[in-house]
Nanobody
Framework: QVQLVESGGGLVQAGGSLRLSCAAS????????IGWYRQAPGTQRELVAS????????NYADSVKGRFSISRDNAKNTVALQMNSLKPDDTAVYYC??????????????WGQGTQVTVSS
């Protein structure tokens, strides 16, 4: 089991910045990926950015490339999402996501409670 607790988020004007943080606890030794998804009203949840733990490979959604940056603090088991040049289209609930891999190759997915990001025009 992995527990994810998010912090950050809030209301910001377009062009501004916000930083989200997620603290992971529990079976973090089995983490395969950790990252952020978002969901705007009436839309499906979509990947924002993620890190493959073993290779430190980072993936970003095309819509956030060059504006958002994901980073991980291994010692503290936290992952942060620095969001710059925010746009109204970035308004959504942001969820921390973690995927673990069992020795038998099974994947388990965990979600944080979500944090609201609102960008005003």
């Amino acid at each position: 089991q992995v527990q994810l607790v998010e912090s950050g988020g809030g209301l910001v004007q377009a062009g501004g910045s916000l930083r989200l943080s997620c603290a992971a606890s529990g079976s973090t030794f089995s983490l395969y990926t950790i990252g952020w998804y978002r969901q705007a009203p009436g839309t499906q949840r979509e990947l924002v950015a993620s890190i493959i733990i073993s290779s430190s490979t980072i993936n970003y959604a095309d819509s956030v490339k060059g504006r958002f940056s994901i980073s991980r603090d291994n010692a503290k088991n936290t992952v942060a999402l620095q969001m710059n040049s925010l746009k109204p289209d970035d308004t959504a609930v942001y969820y921390c996501n973690a995927v673990t891999l069992t020795p038998f190759g099974f994947r388990n997915t965990y979600w944080g409670q979500g944090t609201q990001v609102t960008v005003s025009s």
